[in-house]
């Protein structure tokens, strides 16, 4: 009788087990294509980033990311003025916030990471170093569970979510279309050099020079650094690297009317957030507009609408 209970414990423990596999391993072919872009803009480890979302979601199937769609178990604290749901954690009946999609929950999480001065020394690592930011989230606070860095390396080498970090590093310069030769009243700096403003969309933009800064655009143009951050969707960390566009107003939901019929190829190394800025539009509608799902990644040849 025994060893019939035994036998029946371990199938029931077997096929769990395979279960908990494959959910584990959908849930990563959902949002891979998401950790991968969320690395790029912001420079988190995408095996990171899919790590903490399998372990805080449970594979999307926690109660936080069912009923509002929060992947990262983060709660309402600091500036969060939008909705919320309660939970029981730490203490009874706690706030955790609550998003319109997962895909808001993910862009939240990298800017959690990216502008808490207790992060800070996280992206001082290599971005390969996977065990290095396991145990830095930890010893910065983020989960107060003892074995939490050993749970994200156990789920990065089990998974291989490395090959996922080395995806992240094929994307070339920005260049925006333009759809006509008009140009803006250039801007002339202290230096006595000249920054041109061009328009794309409508939209006002300037090109980062070498060694350029946030902080100097913002003098030359009147328009603050938040507000830059904000319109080109950059986290608070970021480098400008040459070549960037920055654009001076806020992007809209669709590209020039010029592209109504016409639709983006992709290039080799583009994804989408590229695509998004060379033609002035917020990341999220190009998601939108194309039915996206949030494993989209970017592929040669793939036509993408950008009206």
């Given at each position: ?129 996977y065990q290095g930011w396991a145990r830095g989230l930890k010893t910065a606070g983020y989960a107060t569970n003892p074995k939490y860095a050993d ?101 809209g939901k669709r590209a020039a009317s010029v592209y109504k019929n016409r639709q983006h190829k992709v290039q080799a190394g583009e994804s989408l ?20 799902p949030y494993s989209y990644q970017a592929r040669v040849g793939d036509e993408i609408r950008v009206y």
């Amino acid at each position: 009788m025994r060893r019939i209970v035994f036998l029946l414990l371990f199938c029931l423990a077997a096929f769990y087990a395979k279960a908990q596999n494959e959910a584990y391993r959908q849930y990563i072919n959902t949002f891979k294509g998401v950790a991968i872009e969320q690395m790029r803009r912001y420079g988190i480890p995408a095996s990171i980033t899919l790590a903490q979302g399998l372990l805080e979601s449970g594979a999307g199937t926690s109660f936080l990311a069912i009923t509002a769609n929060n992947h990262f178990g983060i709660k309402t604290g600091g500036t969060w003025d939008g909705a919320f749901v309660f939970k029981d954690d730490d203490k009874q009946g706690e706030r955790f916030r609550k998003y319109e999609s997962p895909l808001q929950s993910y862009e939240d999480h990298s800017l959690f990471l990216s502008t808490r001065s207790r992060y800070a020394s996280l992206f001082q690592l290599d971005k390969l170093d996977y065990q290095g930011w396991a145990r830095g989230l930890k010893t910065a606070g983020y989960a107060t569970n003892p074995k939490y860095a050993d749970k994200l390396i156990g789920l990065i080498d089990l998974y291989d979510l490395t090959q996922y970090d080395r995806m992240s590093f094929s994307e070339p310069p920005v260049v925006v279309a333009d759809e006509g030769p008009r140009i803006f009243p250039t801007v002339i700096t202290t230096n006595s050099t000249v920054r041109i403003i061009r328009q794309c969309n409508g939209l006002r933009y300037v090109v980062a020079n070498a060694d350029d800064r946030l902080e100097l655009i913002s003098q030359q143009t009147g328009v603050s650094e938040h507000q830059l951050k904000k319109f080109n969707e950059l986290p608070g960390h970021y480098v400008l690297k040459a070549g960037d566009i920055i654009f001076l107003d806020k992007k809209g939901k669709r590209a020039a009317s010029v592209y109504k019929n016409r639709q983006h190829k992709v290039q080799a190394g583009e994804s989408l957030y590229s695509i998004a800025q060379r033609y002035g539009v917020q990341l999220k509608y190009l998601y939108k507009m194309n039915n996206f799902p949030y494993s989209y990644q970017a592929r040669v040849g793939d036509e993408i609408r950008v009206y």
